[in-house]
Structure formats: structure tokens, C-alpha cells
């Protein structure tokens, strides 16, 4: 059997997945990284996007936002400051929810509330974009 | 002597007193249960986070480019308290422990002449500290509204203290909270988050020989680690406030449930002697009637 890389993928509220894998893929801020076993200790910043794990031909999909990736000989450590798998979000859910965040930037008439609107839709546009 | 009537009046009041904390009692335990796995699932995104400041810090601390969260201002002249404490009540001496460990640290302070700042995270904290330091709280928030505490709270709590760090409002920001050690024990701590102090007793991960790559490079990740480090800091703070609180309301309303428990027994002992009382006295008066005859 070829080796495994351990992976763990940690939130500040919980520990996502924790597993003995065949490859990640991350979304680093410099651009997307395929960790494979035995990778060079590396580590970096996470851009907003999707983290592709496969193992033994299976593949997960989880989205992840803001935070760090750390490779060191004992594995793989995604510590995101959100993370939520693919499968539990819903298209046609974010899809409504872009819809109503729009509608609050559109009714935003302080610049504080239009900030917070814009940050809103940002965050959904990019979880969408990830899908 | 209180009357018969008085005397039951008071023990059924007792008894519903006691039906009511020995209900909160049950729901802080449950409570507790909640909080406790919480804190335990949040601990190994603070374990590696620390592992890889520590890490990081020991390599640039240093480099004259350090941010400043690591290095600090270089002064000590403006502290910033940051005090979390609980909402409600009805837990023992939870919020006053913690609110006694600021005031102490407010008072050294000030006697050495520095300028202290407040943060009150939490309504009870604020209501104590207001009265006797109303004037150096700049800021406060509490989480009445909020049914559970996550890190979105703690983020923007974070994000607040790391705006007046960058405005220079002050140069070492202290958190008070109340640590959770066990159900019965909980100890109110002082932890210093600015500048980060790198956790003692964390191993940096064994590399057999290899280098770290960064990227994009050390400062940039230390860059981006550190406030976020502060909002992780924050977060536990506020999960093992929550545990404690629970805790202490647990004890205190076990406590006040068989205090509760006592008085309705002295209660019924003196409500049953009057009764004798009255009977003995009723039983002479119709013998001594009868004698009259």
C-alpha cells in the first residue's frame, strides 16, 4: 500500500476531518497546491475556495475561508477560521441568500451599513464562486 | 412566636424557592455538559495555532520587521483591560472573582502611574466595574442577545482591540477571565494578548532535518496570523467563561437548594412544637374548665 498523508482540518469551533488520505488539494493564497505524502514542510495562507480531498478514488469537497495551512513531515493541518463541507451547502440556498444581500446593499444608506452589506455579498459571491 | 399560619406560610415559601434553584441547578449542569464539549472541540485549533506562532516567533522576533503585535510598542505606558465576564447572575462569586482580579491589576497600575483603559465583555462585569471605574470603559458589549457564543463574537471583539492597537491607544492589552479548571474549581486569570506572548511549552513539530518553506513568506504569515492569534485567544477566553459559569452556577444553586432543604426542616420542627403547643394549651384549658365545675 502506498503511503497516506495525514490530514487534519481544524475551525475554531470544531475539528472537521482528521483522516489518513492520498491527496489534498488547498487553495493557497499563491495558488492552488496539491499536498501529497511525504511533502517538503511548507507553510502558508489560504485564499477563500475549496479544499479537494481524495482518498482511494473518493473525493470530498469542503470550502474553507481565511486562515493557514501547515505541512510538516507528520501530515497535512488546514486550520481555517470557517470551514463547512460541500455537500452541506446548498446551491439554491446561497443563490437566495446573494439575492437578499444584494437587496441590503441596494437599501444601505450609511456607509457603515453599506460597508457591512458589501462584506456580506463578498463572502457569499466567493462560496458561490467556489461551487 | 409567629402564628401557625405564619409559620406554614413560610415553609411552603421555603419549598417553592427551593423548586426553583434546585431547577436552575439542573439546567447549569446540563448547561456545563454543553460548554465543556464546546471548549474541548475548540482546543486543537488553538493547540496548533500556538504551535505554529511559537513556531514562527522564534524566528522573527529578531527581525527588525516584526509586526508589532509580536514585539510590542516598545512602551508600557497605556494598558488596555479587556474583562469578560458573565451575563447573569445566580453564580456564586464568578463575575466578583474576576472583577477583584482587574480591580487589583487597575490599582498597581494606576500606582505606578500608567493609563488604564476597559473593555467589559459581559453585563454583570460592566455593572460592577462602571461604578467604581465608569470613566476609563471604552467599550462594552455583552452577549444578552446572543444564544450561543461563537467565534463571530469573538472576531469582532478581536477585531475592535487590534483597531485601537493600530491607532495606538494603547501598548499591552490584558484579558480577565474566568478559567475553567473543574466543576468545583474555577480561577480567575489574567492572560496578556498584546503583544503575544509566545505559549510556553509547545513544541515546534519535529522536521527531521528539513527547512520550512513560507508562503508567501515568514512576516507576511506572521503578518496574518497574529490577530488572528488575538480572536483565537479571545474566543477561548469566552468558551471557558461560559464553562465556568455554568459551573459556579451549578455549585452555588446546589448549595442554595440544600440551604433550602435546612430551612424548611428547622421550619417544620418549629411549626410542629407550636402545633403541640397550641394542643397542650387548648387540652389544659378544657381540663382546668372541667375542674372549675
Not at chain 2, 129 to 138: A, C, N, P, S, T
Not at chain 2, 196 to 212: M, N, Q, R, S, W
Not at chain 2, 219 to 235: D, G, K, M, S
Amino acid at each position: 500500500m502506498a503511503d497516506k498523508l495525514h490530514f487534519n482540518l481544524v475551525s475554531p469551533e470544531r475539528e472537521l476531518m482528521s483522516a489518513d488520505v492520498d491527496q489534498v488539494d488547498i487553495p493557497a493564497s499563491e495558488g492552488w497546491l496539491g499536498v501529497l505524502p511525504k511533502h517538503s514542510p511548507l507553510m502558508t495562507t489560504l485564499a477563500p475556495g475549496m479544499v479537494l480531498v481524495t482518498n482511494g478514488g473518493e473525493q470530498t469537497r469542503i470550502f474553507v475561508r481565511g486562515g493557514f495551512a501547515e505541512i510538516t513531515p507528520a501530515g497535512l493541518t488546514v486550520l481555517a477560521e470557517e470551514a463547512m463541507k460541500a455537500e452541506d451547502i446548498d446551491a439554491e440556498t446561497i443563490a437566495a441568500k446573494v439575492k437578499d444581500a444584494e437587496e441590503d446593499l441596494a437599501d444601505a444608506k450609511t456607509d457603515e451599513k453599506k460597508l457591512a452589506a458589501q462584506q456580506a455579498l463578498d463572502k457569499l459571491k466567493e462560496l458561490q464562486a467556489a461551487l | 412566636m409567629p402564628s401557625l399560619k405564619d409559620l406554614k406560610n413560610r415553609i411552603s415559601s421555603v419549598k417553592s424557592t427551593q423548586k426553583i434553584t434546585k431547577a436552575k441547578q439542573m439546567v447549569a449542569a446540563a448547561k456545563l455538559r454543553r460548554a465543556e464539549e464546546r471548549a474541548t472541540q475548540s482546543r486543537p485549533y488553538t493547540e496548533r495555532m500556538e504551535a505554529v506562532l511559537a513556531n514562527l516567533s522564534a524566528s522573527a522576533k529578531d527581525n527588525p520587521g516584526a509586526p508589532k503585535l509580536l514585539t510590542g510598542t516598545g512602551k508600557d505606558e497605556t494598558h488596555l483591560l479587556i474583562v469578560a465576564t458573565a451575563d447573569k447572575g445566580l453564580c456564586g462569586g464568578f463575575n466578583s472573582s474576576i472583577v477583584r482580579k482587574a480591580r487589583e491589576h487597575i490599582v498597581r497600575l494606576q500606582g505606578e502611574g500608567k493609563t488604564v483603559k476597559i473593555i467589559t465583555v459581559g453585563r454583570k462585569g460592566d455593572d460592577m466595574l462602571k461604578r467604581l471605574y465608569g470613566d476609563l470603559v471604552v467599550w462594552k458589549t455583552n452577549f444578552v442577545e446572543v444564544k450561543q457564543v461563537g467565534f463571530g463574537e469573538a472576531h469582532e471583539i478581536a477585531e475592535k482591540v487590534l483597531a485601537m492597537f493600530e491607532d495606538g491607544e494603547f501598548d499591552v492589552a490584558t484579558l480577565f477571565f474566568g478559567k475553567f479548571k473543574n466543576v468545583v474549581t474555577q480561577v480567575p486569570t489574567a492572560q496578556q494578548i498584546i503583544p503575544a506572548e509566545a505559549p510556553e511549552g509547545v513544541e515546534p513539530p519535529d522536521l527531521k532535518g528539513a527547512i520550512y518553506d513560507y508562503e508567501p513568506d515568514e512576516t507576511e504569515i506572521l503578518r496574518a496570523l497574529l490577530p488572528r492569534y488575538v480572536a483565537v485567544q479571545i474566543f477561548r477566553a469566552l468558551l471557558e467563561n461560559v464553562a465556568s459559569e455554568q459551573a459556579a452556577s451549578m455549585t452555588a444553586m446546589d448549595n442554595a437548594t440544600r440551604n433550602a432543604g435546612e430551612m424548611i426542616g428547622d421550619l417544620t420542627l418549629e411549626y410542629n412544637r407550636a402545633r403541640q403547643a397550641q394542643i397542650t394549651k387548648e387540652l389544659i384549658e378544657i381540663i382546668s374548665g372541667a375542674e372549675a365545675l
